[in-house]
């Protein structure tokens, strides 16, 4: 079981596919409480193109890996990690109704994978601000009993906006960030380009596909649950 989290790039803003290629990229989703089958655009995102899910879902099946993979998604285009984290906002009043359904379900969340960042790198927040917002997140997370790995993306790109500041705070804070089991996910500010992006921001076909290789590559390591530190 999957949990993805994050704004655009963790939803469905990618170039759009053809119908019968969307057809082939039916995947197990859990929304709304139960698990069913969805294409792109996957449902609980925002957009109307297509996902990176779908992609690392394909990837994986190719690569001859015998294990069900169940999406959890949940994302919503331009959201600040503040949005995820004011006890307040809507988007956290969805998160939070979301890991409620999930606990409910008994499902039990295998890795978390947070693709977020293109806001807060737009908007300038300050590095160790949104570092302390992965803390909150993950100790939401905890509160549901979800102690799965938080894997975050380098996924602060978008129109050659940012300074780099949120990368360079999670080089920063790694050690401390890996013992609260918030650990290194896709580097996805890596692909960058026409051929990656199509608006300078949102994944191609090409970038969608070159993104989901290296959430294989994360995927592919052991799923470690350390020991909370007290």
Not at 12 to 17: D, K, M, N, R
Not at 55 to 62: F, S, T, Y
Not at 129 to 148: E, H, K, N, S
């Amino acid at each position: 079981v999957l949990l993805v989290l994050g704004q655009s790039n963790a939803a469905s803003h990618a170039a759009p596919l053809g119908p019968r290629a969307a057809d082939g990229l039916e995947v197990t989703v859990f929304v709304d409480g139960r698990c069913r089958r969805a294409t792109d655009p996957l449902p609980n995102t925002t957009g109307e193109g297509a996902s990176l899910w779908t992609a690392v879902d394909a990837a994986w099946r190719a690569a001859g890996r015998e294990e069900p993979v169940v999406w959890a998604p949940l994302a919503v285009g331009a959201t600040a990690i503040g949005r995820w984290t004011d006890p307040d906002d809507p988007v956290h009043l969805r998160l939070r109704a979301h890991l409620d359904a999930l606990a409910r379900s008994g499902l039990r969340v295998d890795r978390v994978l947070w693709q977020q960042g293109e806001s807060d790198a737009r908007d300038g927040t300050d590095a160790d601000d949104w570092i302390a917002g992965l803390r909150r997140l993950r100790a939401m997370l905890d509160a549901r009993g979800i102690d799965a790995p938080l894997h975050v993306a380098r996924s602060t790109w978008c129109r050659g906006e940012g300074t780099g500041a949120l990368s360079r705070a999670l080089d920063r804070h790694r050690d401390t960030l890996v013992a609260a089991r918030i650990v290194p996910g896709a580097d996805t500010d890596a692909l960058r380009g026409p051929a990656m992006r199509r608006d300078d921001c949102h994944f191609t076909e090409a970038g969608r596909m070159a993104a989901a290789a290296r959430w294989i590559e994360v995927l592919d390591a052991p799923a470690a649950r350390p020991t909370p530190s007290r």
